[in-house]
Structure formats: structure tokens, C-alpha cells
């Protein structure tokens, strides 16, 4: 379907040649007065210069030359050279009820396969704040994807493979000595039941890090316990997998609050087998050089401003480090998976890494064909300090601390306006808002840029808020609730134009949200769409209104915000509420 906004392109480039003006980038944009117009035309002002005349004349020129068409109406001519119309109120209806239904069309697919790379979380680990940033912003950018027709699969890439994995051997170690996995003789089979509850995984690696941190024997017993398992001593081995398999069950339980759904539940881990092949390729052909014991691959560019430090392949040990796996995860992605770009959606922190292994696949041509390889970095959630959010005893603030947080003030703020809600209900209800709230927050913020935990003002039912458009939309549906199904064809009024020339932009808002991968573009879009649906509420007598084609008008428009704006909150990845 042709989108307004090229049929309008079209006419006035025809515009500008038949005046005499032959240009092809004429371009029209929203009109900044609204009484003025819906749209405006700024080209005239661009080309004053180049056709030696004033922006005024070339102006009245090319309105004098505009076709025939069935869109612009009351086209005028304002100071110093501006083209300002408004779109034809029959034609809006006619257009917005197509647009809509070309919408919900599936896209064309695009044949590009995309791997995004987001959650990150580590097995043993509780997820802190930063997991919940990659979480959200990853699934979002996964679902804008889909939808605009790429095929899409993420990976929730689990830290599975360092030293915290020899800190749970270790914490299993002293409660129970005994067990086969530490009895280096033992060739029979491991048991196939972990030998800890999901409960007790959980306390064993934050004990035994604070431990590790003071003691510095502790600490080395770790390292070698964490070295014997990447050698592959057995007992370790098994005693691994039972780790993996249970910490997956706990972080799937908090993915599953955020809405985060992996296709792919690989890890660090699972690279290794392509790791042996990738380092010898690399030494083989010779780039790669040993400095001070450890094997690293020179990456700096003459043009760097700032010193780019080179790429571990080997630290002086011997031992493969994070670099190292990411690497082969790569190798392993392009054999396995056959993809065309990877997007790793990561705290900007980790930038260096990123631009480090992404030099060392191009220097070393790694890679049989060519893969995009895409940094997509966030800012941090910080506390209100301006800090990166702490817990009081300095630990990384918790995701499920933070959750807890805005669970309760979400519970608070729902219990004082829900009179007459059963206990149950309003748990339900504050859940999904609390959810909303911490999401549309993270993800409303331009993704690179760091904000602040402010549990206040996420959770308020007013300002940019998933509250706000989670009630903006029970809203809609109250009123849906109220009115009955009128079949009669669907004409717009002039009052009510503002929303529908707001709904026709999604098209842009998720176009930006693709090409910057800044799923932000929608916030703002639902923001000003709820916005304007309020207004629109606001002066309309919708129930009441007597004249049936009026109402129905209204219904329909309010039926149209209400899809649209779940449809945003599902690229999103957030819940939303029929009534609240
Ligand atoms: N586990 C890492 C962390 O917690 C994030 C992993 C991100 N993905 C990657 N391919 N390095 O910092």
C-alpha cells in the first residue's frame, strides 16, 4: 500500500516540474500550526537559491501547477515561502480504514536472518538491573524485527562458563564432601537429580562471592576448581550440568515476568566446540602474536583516536577467556544457525569488547560469508543518586529487588483507587501495571542513554508512563463495553481528525524503532496517540451521542486507538489490561 505521505511526495514533485522546477527529493512533512494545516511543504525555501528566486514566488508557482488529485484541500501560501494544506476528510476516512487493514497484514518477508543476541544472564547468578535493560530493549527490538518481516531468532547467551560455576562446585563441596562428583576415582554414572533445591542455588553463589572476596585462599581454591572444570574433570562436569539445568528453571522464571521468550537457550558453554578449531586458526595464519605469555591479536587502526587495546585469544595461561567464546560463538552462529547479522543488545560498558572482536572477525576473515555484526549498547538504570543502582550494602541492585519495589507502589497506588475490587483482583491488577511500569520506563528512554530508577513517577497513571497507556486503554474498551455494534460506513468529523492523522503515523514510529534499533520510537508514538485519544474522549459525548452516524464515527476511532495501541504494547513485549 502506498503511505500517504509518498502519494503527497508524488504530487508535488509532479507539482514542482510542471512549475517549472525539476527536482526529485521534494518532500512534504506534518504542518507545525494546526490551524494552518495538516501537512507543509518546506522545499520552496531550499530551492530559492539554486533558482535565483524568491522562496514566496516559487511557492505561489508550484500551488498554481498542483494536479488534480482527491487529498489536498485549501492549499495556501504562507510567509516566506511555505506550502501548508490540509488531506481531504473523505479521502482520511477511506485511506485510514486501508491503512489499518494493511497493518494487521503480515509483512513481506524481508529474507534477512537476524540472531539478537539479549538477556545475558549468568547461571548461578541472580539477574540484576542491567539483565533487565537487555531483556527488555532485546525483546522489543525482536519483535519489531518479526514484524517488519525479518526472520528473527534470540539467544539468550547464559554466562555459564566462569568462575561463578567453580564457586556453586565449591559451596557444594562443603556441605556435602561426600558426593561422587568430588571422588576423582569414581567411573561409574552421576546421579540424575541435582543434589540442591532451585532454593538452595540460589543463596550458594552470593555466600561463597562475599566469602571469596576476603579470603583470599578461598578465592585461589575457586579459580582451581573453575580451571579443573574447563579442563573437563568429570565429577565437575556433572555437577555443571546440574547448575545449568537448575539455574535455567530460576532464570526463566524471571524472564517470563519480563516477557522475555528465548528461541534459543545456548550459553558460553556451548561454543566450545568450535573454540579449539578457531584459536588454531588463528595462530595458523599467522595473526595473532604472544606478548608477555598470552596470545593476542594486534586490532588497532591508524585512524583511532583514542587506543584500542589488542584481542585475547589465549591469556598467559593458556586459558580461553570471554573474548575467546565470542569468537567461536560467532563461527558457531554462521555453521548452525546460517545467519546475516547479529545484534548484541548490551550495557555500553561492554562497547570495547565488542568493538575488539568485531575487528578480530574482519582482520582474521573468519567468517565464510559476510555477517553484520551490530553493537546495539543501552545506558544504565541508576539509582536516584545519578549512580548505577546499588543495593544498601553495595551490591548490584537485584532484578527482583526492583521488581518488588515497584510491585509494591503499583499495589499502593491501584488499592486507593479500586474500591470495591476483590483482594485477588487487585493483585492481578497491580502486577500487570508494576510490569508495565518498569518496562515502559527502560524502554521509553533513548537506549543509549542512562535513567534513573524513579519507582514515583513509572508508576504514575499520568506523563509517559505504561500505567497511563495501559489505562488509556481499559479506557477505550470501557466505552466499547458501553456502546453497541452500529453497521454503518465509517465517515470522519472534522473535530475528531487530529486522532486519525495520529494513528496513520505508526508507520514511522516503528520504521525508526527498526533502523535504530530504539524500540523508544514506539513509546513516544503510543504517548502522543493515548494523548490524543484522551483529548478526543474528553470532548466527545460518546455514550450519549444522539446522531448515529456521529457515534459511530467515534466508536470506530475509539476501537481503532484501542488495537493500535495494544498492537504497540505487544511489539513492546507488555501486558496489557481489558478493564481495570
Ligand atoms: N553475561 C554477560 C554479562 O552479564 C552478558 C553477555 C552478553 N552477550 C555476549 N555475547 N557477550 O555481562
Not at 546475516?340 to 548490551?346: M, Q, S
Not at 536516584?384 to 499502593?412: C, F, H, I, Q
Not at 486507593?416 to 483482594?423: C, F, L, R, V
Not at 448515529?548 to 493500535?564: A, R
Request: glycine residues 4%.
Amino acid at each position: 500500500m502506498e503511505l500517504l505521505v509518498d502519494k503527497l511526495n508524488k504530487i508535488f514533485t509532479k507539482a514542482f516540474c510542471d512549475a517549472g522546477y525539476d527536482e526529485s527529493e521534494i518532500k512534504v512533512g506534518e504542518c507545525a500550526i494546526e490551524k494552518f494545516g495538516d501537512f507543509q511543504c518546506q522545499s520552496p525555501l531550499f530551492l530559492a537559491k539554486k533558482y535565483h528566486k524568491a522562496p514566496f514566488i516559487i511557492a505561489n508557482d508550484v500551488l498554481a501547477h498542483l494536479p488534480q488529485n482527491d487529498m489536498i484541500q485549501n492549499a495556501t501560501v504562507a510567509n516566506p515561502g511555505y506550502i501548508n494544506f490540509f488531506v481531504d476528510n473523505t479521502f482520511l476516512a477511506k485511506y485510514l480504514e486501508e491503512y489499518l487493514q494493511e497493518v494487521e497484514k503480515p509483512r513481506k518477508p524481508t529474507d534477512k536472518k537476524v540472531l539478537i543476541d539479549y538477556g545475558g544472564a549468568n547461571c548461578a547468578k541472580p539477574l540484576h538491573v542491567g539483565h533487565l535493560r537487555s531483556a527488555d530493549i532485546g525483546e522489543a527490538i525482536k519483535r519489531i524485527s518479526k514484524f517488519m518481516g525479518d526472520d528473527c531468532i534470540g539467544d539468550v547467551h547464559l554466562g555459564d562458563w566462569g568462575l561463578q560455576m567453580g564457586m556453586v562446585i565449591y559451596a557444594v563441596w562443603e556441605k556435602h564432601p561426600d558426593l561422587v562428583y568430588f571422588d576423582e576415582n569414581y567411573t561409574g554414572e552421576y546421579p540424575k537429580e541435582p543434589p540442591f533445591s532451585m532454593e538452595e542455588l540460589k543463596v550458594m553463589y552470593p555466600s561463597i562471592s562475599q566469602r571469596a572476596k576476603e579470603d583470599e585462599i578461598l578465592h585461589e581454591k575457586v579459580k582451581q576448581i573453575t580451571y579443573q572444570l574447563q579442563q573437563g574433570r568429570r565429577g565437575y562436569v556433572a555437577l555443571w550440568r546440574h547448575i545449568i539445568e537448575v539455574s535455567k528453571k530460576l532464570i526463566k522464571q524471571d524472564y517470563d515476568k519480563l516477557n522475555a521468550n528465548f528461541d534459543l537457550w545456548l550459553g558460553e558453554s556451548d561454543s566450545k566446540k568450535y573454540q579449539d578449531e578457531v584459536i588454531e586458526y588463528v595462530i595458523k595464519n599467522g595473526y595473532s602474536r604472544v606478548s608477555d605469555g598470552a596470545t593476542i591479536v594486534d586490532i588497532s587502526l591508524p585512524e583511532d583516536k583514542t587506543e584500542i587495546p589488542p584481542f585475547m585469544l589465549l591469556n598467559s595461561a593458556g586459558a580461553a577467556l570471554y573474548s575467546t567464546t565470542e569468537l567461536a560463538t560467532i563461527v558457531q552462529r554462521e555453521r548452525e544457525f546460517n545467519v546475516d547479522e547479529i545484534i548484541y543488545v548490551v550495557d555500553n560498558r561492554q562497547e570495547l569488547h565488542f568493538t575488539q572482536v568485531f575487528r578480530c572477525v574482519k582482520k582474521t576473515n573468519i567468517l565464510k560469508k559476510n555477517i553484520d555484526l551490530k553493537f546495539v549498547g543501552f545506558g544504565t538504570m541508576n539509582g536516584p543518586d545519578g549512580k548505577p543502582y546499588k543495593t544498601r550494602d553495595g551490591r548490584a541492585m537485584g532484578l527482583n529487588d526492583l521488581m518488588d519495589m515497584v510491585k509494591s507502589k503499583a499495589l499502593e497506588k491501584v488499592s486507593q483507587s479500586k474500591i470495591g475490587y476483590s483482594q485477588e483482583e487487585i493483585e492481578n491488577i497491580s502486577n500487570v501495571v508494576a510490569i508495565s511500569a518498569l518496562k515502559f520506563a527502560d524502554l521509553c528512554v533513548l537506549r543509549t542513554k542512562d535513567l534513573i530508577f524513579d519507582v514515583d513517577k513509572f508508576c504514575s497513571f499520568e506523563g509517559k508512563t505504561g500505567p497511563y497507556i495501559l489505562y488509556t486503554i481499559t479506557r477505550a474498551n470501557s466505552i466499547l463495553a458501553k456502546t453497541e455494534k452500529l453497521s454503518k460506513d465509517f465517515c470522519l468529523l472534522e473535530e475528531d481528525r487530529k486522532l486519525a492523522l495520529s494513528l496513520i503515523k505508526f508507520t514511522d514510529a516503528v520504521k525508526n524503532a527498526y533502523e535504530k534499533s530504539a524500540p523508544s520510537y514506539i513509546c513516544d508514538y503510543a504517548y502522543s496517540l493515548a494523548n490524543e485519544f484522551n483529548t478526543f474522549y474528553a470532548k466527545s459525548s460518546i455514550i450519549y451521542e444522539e446522531n448515529l452516524e456521529k457515534k459511530y464515527s467515534k466508536i470506530m476511532l475509539t476501537n481503532y486507538t484501542k488495537n493500535m495501541l495494544k498492537k504497540c504494547m505487544d511489539l513492546l513485549a507488555i501486558n496489557t489490561l481489558e478493564k481495570m
